[in-house]
């Protein structure tokens, strides 16, 4: 995508946060814009690949916070390292390199804090 297209993530995430505060959205419409946005910054936003390499972290151009480059050996390797313990302290490291996968990693956690929040929420009683 080129230009402004490839940033439709962060208004989905704008909706939800709106959607959180006026209330105005039920907990259906904050799930399935929690979903959307988890799968935004997880799988699609555009940022640095980051994956470990021979002397230093990939600088190639990646789509997700979770996801590698081009290269088939940095296309999985973040997303494998949640399924080992050992590797968290170098997974938490490559999410937060830098201003913008730091952001991306903060949008997705917060999305799926949001959708866990709204499917919670009826059972609560705060029903709208």
């Known amino acids: 995508m080129k230009g402004f297209g490839k940033y439709w993530g962060w208004i989905v995430f704008a909706i939800l946060i709106a959607g959180w505060l006026t209330f105005d959205f039920g907990p259906v419409a ?5 979903g959307v946005s988890a799968f935004y910054f997880f799988f699609n936003v ?6 470990e390499g021979r002397n230093s972290s990939c600088r190639n151009n990646s789509y997700g916070t979770l996801m590698g480059c081009h290269l088939r050996q940095h296309k999985w390797q973040k997303l494998k390292m ?15 390199q830098n201003a913008t996968t730091t952001l991306a990693s903060v949008g997705g956690l ?15 009683g705060g029903g709208w």
Do not use: H, K, Y
């Not at 555009?46 to 994956?51: E, K, S």
């Not at 080992?84 to 937060?96: I, P």
């Not at 917060?110 to 609560?124: E, K």
């Open 30 to 34: 904050l799930m399935v814009l929690s």
């Open 46 to 51: 555009p940022v640095w690949c980051g994956a």
């Open 82 to 96: 949640l399924f080992w313990s050992a590797r968290w302290a170098r997974l938490r490291q490559e999410l937060f």
């Open 110 to 124: 917060l999305a799926i804090t949001s959708g866990v929040a709204a499917t919670l929420q009826p059972l609560f």
